[in-house]
């Protein structure tokens, strides 16, 4: 089994929703469910990262391992490598980056995308992608959708309807007869620890500024992500109001 640690960025302030790691789920605050998956992973730490005094109160509160950060930070990456550098993991350490919004992530992903960072050593990302059986989600741009090569290595990143089927899109975005292409990006990663230091040194890319899509800047560096195709679906992440909804209703079943 690969060794591995899990770090959650969670900050308090969302666009949509406002303290959203703090909302309640079951009558357990949406953070708690995280680490709880995290926890049935098979990593030997998991950690929640924030710069937020109430996250810090609500994770000892249940028990949590919590790591302070700056409120200068601008990404959840850059949490990540805050705490790897304070903790002061070593370079080759397996780091699985688990948002902060996915209270239903299975443990098997989690497991699944350190087990493929520890299995290509070319690559210095991995994630997980899932097919798309909704035209509705092709066309959203909250859904990324990626595109891979032959051997798994993601090629390309985008909000938009990506590959784009020339013929059957020709006349409008009408749903092509098949949707077997279309994979949905799971915001799920693994690196190792020296990686993330590297990576927040460098500048945003042109791609990861239009797309906001802080993967993009790997792909413009050269460097390699591997994508395996997840086991299992990754269930509902919280984004919106709706999202919430849908996930207390899946919990009071």
């Not at 299975?106 to 997980?128: C, G, R, W």
Request: one cysteine or more; proline letters at 6%.
């Amino acid at each position: 089994m690969t060794a591995f640690k899990v770090v959650i960025p969670a900050r308090y302030q969302s666009t949509r929703l406002p303290g959203k790691p703090l909302l309640e789920i079951g009558g357990k605050p949406m953070i708690q469910h995280v680490y709880d998956r995290a926890c049935q992973s098979a990593a030997d730490a998991v950690v929640i990262a924030t710069d937020d005094a109430r996250i810090e109160a609500a994770v000892k509160g249940f028990g949590g391992e919590v790591c302070m950060t700056s409120v200068e930070l601008q990404s959840g990456t850059d949490r990540l490598a805050e705490v790897v550098t304070t903790l002061g993991w070593s370079d080759d350490q397996i780091v699985v980056n688990l948002q902060g919004d996915e209270p239903e992530m299975p443990a098997a992903l989690i497991n699944q995308v350190a087990d493929d960072m520890a299995s290509h050593a070319d690559a210095v990302m991995t994630t997980l992608g899932f097919p798309l059986s909704r035209f509705e989600d092709v066309i959203d741009p909250n859904v990324v959708k990626l595109v891979r090569d032959k051997a798994g290595y993601a090629q390309y990143f985008s909000r938009a309807p990506i590959p784009w089927h020339r013929n059957e899109f020709a006349n409008g975005l009408q749903s092509p007869a098949s949707l077997e292409l279309f994979y949905r990006h799971i915001g799920l990663y693994a690196y190792r620890a020296g990686f993330l230091r590297e990576f927040v040194s460098w500048e945003p890319a042109p791609t990861e500024m239009t797309e906001s899509l802080e993967q993009l800047r790997v792909l413009w560096h050269g460097r390699k992500i591997h994508v395996s195709i997840a086991d299992q679906s990754p269930g509902i992440g919280v984004d919106t109001q709706a999202d919430l909804d849908r996930v207390n209703e899946l919990f009071s079943i």
